[in-house]
């Protein structure tokens, strides 16, 4: 915004507002598929440059040999947020995808990351 950066990778919920209103302008996102809260903006792969997939991802964890029974119910208890209507909104606004998956589609997920 201040003209001293010539490119910046930032996130969707952070650089939006700012393309938005003109002040820097977004060349594409990260993501496989536009994104429907900015689909004005083309994927990486429009511009050239495929199979380019990235970007930030945000999880709960737990300390290790914390009991089952617990980790079910913060699973339960995030998924369940989640899947408020006020959450998933909010979120899609900023661009976010919600998963919500199992512990074990996460540990897979890091994994492969």
């Given at each position: 915004?201040g ?17 938005k ?7 594409a ?5 536009r ?5 004005e903006?083309?994927?990486m ?9 990235t970007g ?6 737990a ?9 079910e119910?913060?699973h339960?208890?995030t998924?369940?947020a989640?899947n408020?209507?006020?959450v998933?909104?909010?979120l ?12 074990a589609?996460?540990?897979?997920f890091?994994?492969?990351?």
């Amino acid at each position: 915004m201040g003209g001293q950066v010539q490119v910046l990778f930032d996130t969707l919920a952070q650089a939006l507002p700012h393309a938005k209103a003109g002040r820097v302008r977004a060349l594409a996102v990260t993501t496989l598929k536009r994104q429907p809260v900015a689909p004005e903006i083309p994927t990486m792969d429009e511009q050239g440059y495929t199979g380019w997939e990235t970007g930030p991802w945000f999880g709960l964890f737990a300390r290790a040999g914390t009991p089952e029974p617990v980790l079910e119910r913060l699973h339960l208890e995030t998924v369940k947020a989640l899947n408020a209507a006020e959450v998933r909104d909010k979120l899609a606004a900023l661009g976010a995808n919600v998963v919500g998956n199992s512990p074990a589609e996460f540990s897979a997920f890091i994994r492969a990351d």
